[in-house]
């Protein structure tokens, strides 16, 4: 990509934290420091155990260095937008959840940066992709500062200063966010089509098996914690769709020649909107089914039938 279209990317990704800062107010901070249990789990899952897990399974499954490569650097990413959207479609902790997305995309300045090149330094294939390309880190941690950190807090600020502003404008810029993800998926797709279509069933499989991991993690660690039900839901979605959009951003400003990494993102990208809005559904089911076995008109059939 020319510079500037990297500099046009560079900033629509700005404006998407922006828009996400523009839904967060203190109240939803001052709830996480009330109630950390919930947020922590999640974030620790984010930070945590899904980069390091990733990076087992890519030494655990033969698989390109490209594609190991990509699927870290998702792994290392923070949860975007959509996630908020599918938690309250799913009847989760909304609040939780952007709140959460919020922290996590200002931990992430210094994180995904941190997570990406320590872990793909421990994969011998990976670490020989960084020693060829030479990305700086503190350039990379520039990067992730400029389009995360610095657009929140401006976002932030524009809350409480012009609160009527932010939320008139707050659905036009999620809008704009699933546009661009969008947009940024059909680049990297249409750039890279040939490899795509030549090695789809590898790259497919990453994805959804990698999507399979961050989900479980998180539905995993917020079990384990005994969190209720609507905060299990959060944390999973917020572990299980990562904003691939930033991903796309780093890859498309750092590793331009490796279509590899483009094409897991992307793919990325796609499916967990799919599997998101999949579990979604199937959770509205699983809530329909267990309301009509506790509503009472179920009870008096049962007793009725047991009087039979």
């Not at 969190?227 to 769709?241: F, Q, S, Y």
Request: hydrophobic residues 55%.
């Amino acid at each position: 990509m020319s510079s500037t279209s990297l500099l046009l990317l560079n900033l629509i990704l700005a404006m998407m934290m922006f828009g996400i800062a523009l839904s967060l107010k203190p109240a939803d901070f001052r709830q996480v420091i009330r109630q950390p249990r919930g947020p922590l789990t999640g974030l620790a899952a984010q930070f945590v155990l899904m980069p390091a897990l990733t990076w087992l399974l890519t030494l655990l499954v033969p698989m390109p260095a490209e594609v190991a490569l990509g699927l870290i650097l998702v792994a290392s990413c923070p949860g975007g937008s959509f996630s908020n959207i599918v938690t309250y479609l799913a009847k989760g902790n909304t609040a939780m959840s952007i709140s959460m997305t919020g922290i996590a995309s200002v931990a992430a300045a210094f994180m995904t940066p941190f997570n990406f090149m320590f872990y793909a330094g421990m994969n011998p294939q990976t670490a020989q992709l960084l020693k060829q390309i030479a990305v700086p880190p503190e350039s990379l941690l520039m990067m992730v500062a400029l389009v995360l950190a610095l657009p929140l807090a401006l976002g932030l600020i524009c809350s409480q200063i012009a609160p009527g502003f932010a939320k008139r404008s707050e659905p036009f810029f999620r809008i704009i966010s699933l546009l661009t993800l969008f947009s940024f998926v059909a680049i990297a797709l249409v750039s890279n089509w040939p490899r795509f279509i030549a090695g789809a069933s590898v790259f497919l499989l990453a994805v959804i098996v990698h999507n399979a991991l961050a989900l479980g993690i998180g539905w995993l660690c917020a079990r384990v914690m005994k969190l209720p039900v609507a905060d299990r839901r959060a944390i999973t979605l917020e572990v299980g769709l990562q904003n691939s959009g930033l991903g796309l951003g780093i890859i498309f400003t750092f590793f331009g020649d490796l279509t590899g990494m483009a094409i897991i993102a992307a793919g990325w990208g796609i499916w967990h909107l799919i599997s998101g809005m999949g579990l979604c559904y199937c959770w509205h089911r699983l809530d329909h089914r267990h309301a009509a076995l506790t509503s009472p008109v179920s009870s008096t059939r049962e007793q009725h039938k047991g009087t039979l």
